[in-house]
């Protein structure tokens, strides 16, 4: 059956069917060839699984996907490994928080790294309550962050504590459509739980 991969694990990884979660294990023979193509199963990943007589669910086939976000890690010597971070993304948001989490020069790596995978970035501009200067401060941090974006690319400045018109279901709603995949990129603290819990309690209230 065809299946969406949720989350990798050490052995194995789990899957959705559109309806509920599976446990599943790769074979082998598709682990090895991933591997020694430099590369591997991530989050968003399409595949293909069956069901053994034991009840077990097994990945035999990943399809190609259709991007990747990668980086590099060095050892520190000669060796590098490309690490894929998830697969067949729509949208990136770049999440930036207003306060001491602000770094223009971090969030243009963010901005190579989706960029290069063909993958459509949006600046999320967090705690926009606890930014200096205001709603005046506001407006000069997104000057500054949509001078950095290629055309075409958006950002938005929010309060995800506000379910208002201020609120990052309103500015985000161009982004939020069926069948389109997210994913949120930023440093620790910038508020992305924050901000998926947010949308997802938007979700449910609006029955989506």
């Given at each position: 059956?065809?299946?969406?991969?949720?989350?990798?694990?050490?052995?194995?990884?789990?899957?959705?069917?559109?309806?509920a979660e599976h446990d599943a294990r790769l074979l082998p023979a598709l682990r090895q060839a991933l591997?020694?193509?430099?590369?591997?199963?991530?989050?968003?990943?399409?595949?293909?699984?069956?069901?053994?007589?034991?009840?077990?669910?097994?990945?035999?086939?990943?399809?190609?996907?259709?991007?990747?976000?990668a980086r590099r890690l060095h050892d520190g010597r000669d060796k590098v490994t490309r690490v894929v971070?998830?697969?067949?993304?729509?949208?990136?948001?770049?999440?930036?928080?207003?306060?001491?989490?602000?770094?223009?020069?971090?969030?243009?790596?963010?901005?190579?790294?989706?960029?290069?995978?063909?993958?459509?970035?949006?600046?999320?501009?967090?705690?926009?309550?606890?930014?200096?200067?205001?709603?005046?401060?506001?407006?000069?941090?997104?000057?500054?962050?949509?001078?950095?974006?290629?055309?075409?690319?958006?950002?938005?400045?929010?309060?995800?504590?506000?379910?208002?018109?201020?609120?990052?279901?309103?500015?985000?709603?161009?982004?939020?459509?069926?069948?389109?995949?997210?994913?949120?990129?930023?440093?620790?603290?910038?508020?992305?739980?924050?901000?998926?819990?947010?949308?997802?309690?938007?979700?449910?209230?609006?029955?989506?």
């Open positions: 059956e065809p299946m969406r991969v949720t989350e990798v694990q050490r052995e194995g990884v789990t899957l959705h069917d559109g309806r591997a020694a193509a430099g590369d591997a199963i991530a989050v968003g990943d399409w595949v293909w699984a069956r069901r053994n007589a034991l009840g077990e669910w097994w990945v035999h086939t990943r399809v190609p996907p259709l991007n990747q976000l971070i998830v697969s067949n993304v729509d949208t990136a948001l770049l999440v930036m928080g207003l306060d001491h989490d602000y770094n223009l020069r971090r969030l243009e790596r963010y901005v190579a790294l989706v960029s290069l995978a063909g993958v459509t970035p949006v600046v999320v501009l967090t705690k926009a309550d606890l930014c200096r200067g205001g709603p005046e401060g506001v407006a000069e941090r997104l000057c500054e962050v949509q001078a950095l974006l290629p055309p075409g690319a958006a950002a938005v400045a929010v309060n995800a504590l506000d379910p208002g018109t201020d609120g990052p279901a309103a500015s985000l709603a161009p982004w939020l459509q069926s069948g389109c995949t997210l994913v949120l990129l930023g440093s620790s603290g910038a508020g992305k739980s924050t901000l998926t819990n947010a949308l997802t309690g938007a979700e449910q209230d609006t029955g989506a």
